[in-house]
């Protein structure tokens, strides 16, 4: 089903919705859509579990990594096609524009262009006894 055909305000509710659902315990990992943390609500929820990791990449890397935009709704004309070429790379930085203030409130930030080896070699170094720390701490 188009999780989409409600719109992106159902779409997000639902997402929240999900993060709130245990998931399998200690040591788990949720990976979430790139909008999905700009709920302020979903992020207070993923806070509420543990670290949140901001996978960072340029809008060159993760156009490259999602490919034609297939199936993603945020990267659709007006006419419900999927966007391609400038108008898709055009897309792609207005939405890294508006979630980015969301994405640096993480506990930590990767750069995510790197193999996925080196990243998450990177993320394990950085959690093991791992605190959040207190604002302007």
Known sequence: PDLFAKGERAFRSAARRALEE??????????????T???????????????????????D?????????????????????PLRGEKLRQRGMTLLALREPFYAQADLAVDASAPAEVVAREIAEALPGWQRQPPGG
């Open 22 to 35: 245990p998931v399998g315990g200690v040591g788990s990992i949720v990976s979430t859509g790139g909008g």
């Open 37 to 59: 943390l700009v709920d302020p609500e979903a992020f207070a929820v993923a806070r509420a579990a543990g670290p949140v990791v901001w996978l960072r990449a340029s809008v």
């Open 61 to 81: 890397t993760v156009l490259d990594r999602i490919g034609t935009g297939e199936g993603r709704p945020m990267l659709r004309g007006i006419w419900g096609r």
